[in-house]
């Protein structure tokens, strides 16, 4: 009886040991054989999760069409400061009243012109797509920080 007994504890001892190993090894071969297959739909998710910075990014570019055009800081920032706040290519800067006097001089119309054609080493629009209201009013905010 007794060595039945013990016979017994050593099966059910086995049983339970298979049944952890198992349990600890079937998850870990599911995973590793699903992880190739799978890429298609690691992708998925991982659109799944920049999607929301996606959208947000979106929604900013839209913006100004929503709410008119941008104000002439607005644009000047985004467009201009990389030349006039430097003197990049040459370009008159910011905060030098002495080389814009002979351009002032001209008129705001004719600085309207020059940015909306381009002049010199500036292209049209500053390289931008910008509306005639953005034009105008970012030439007024040049102006108003040169004269
Ligand atoms: C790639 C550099 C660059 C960018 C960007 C740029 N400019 Fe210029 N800008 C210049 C240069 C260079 C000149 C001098 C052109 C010349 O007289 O030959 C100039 C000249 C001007 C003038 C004087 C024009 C005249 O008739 O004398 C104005 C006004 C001006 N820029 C405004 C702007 C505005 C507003 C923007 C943004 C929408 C802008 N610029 C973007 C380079 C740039």
């Given at each position: 009886?007794?060595?039945?007994?013990?016979?017994?504890?050593?099966?059910?001892?086995?049983?339970?040991?298979?049944?952890?190993?198992?349990?600890?090894?079937?998850?870990?071969?599911?995973?590793?054989?699903?992880?190739?297959?799978?890429?298609?739909?690691?992708?998925?998710?991982?659109?799944?999760?920049?999607?929301?910075?996606?959208?947000?990014?979106?929604?900013?570019?839209?913006?100004?069409?929503?709410?008119?055009?941008?104000?002439?800081?607005?644009?000047?920032?985004?467009?201009?400061?990389a030349c006039h706040n430097t003197g990049?290519?040459?370009?008159?800067?910011?905060?030098?009243?002495?080389?814009?006097?002979?351009?002032?001089?001209?008129?705001?119309?004719?600085?309207?012109?020059?940015?909306?054609?381009?002049?010199?080493?500036?292209?049209?629009?500053?390289?931008?797509?910008?509306?005639?209201?953005?034009?105008?009013?970012?030439?007024?905010?040049?102006?108003?920080?040169?004269?």
């Amino acid at each position: 009886m007794a060595e039945q007994h013990s016979s017994k504890s050593i099966m059910w001892a086995t049983i339970i040991v298979t049944a952890i190993l198992i349990a600890i090894i079937y998850p870990l071969t599911a995973y590793k054989g699903g992880s190739t297959a799978n890429i298609s739909s690691a992708a998925d998710e991982a659109d799944i999760r920049i999607q929301p910075v996606a959208r947000f990014e979106l929604a900013k570019a839209e913006a100004p069409a929503v709410s008119g055009p941008r104000d002439g800081a607005t644009v000047y920032n985004a467009v201009c400061g990389a030349c006039h706040n430097t003197g990049a290519a040459g370009a008159p800067k910011i905060d030098d009243k002495g080389a814009w006097a002979s351009r002032l001089a001209s008129g705001k119309d004719a600085l309207i012109k020059s940015v909306a054609n381009g002049k010199g080493a500036m292209p049209a629009k500053g390289g931008a797509a910008l509306s005639d209201d953005e034009i105008k009013g970012v030439v007024e905010y040049v102006i108003s920080k040169v004269k």
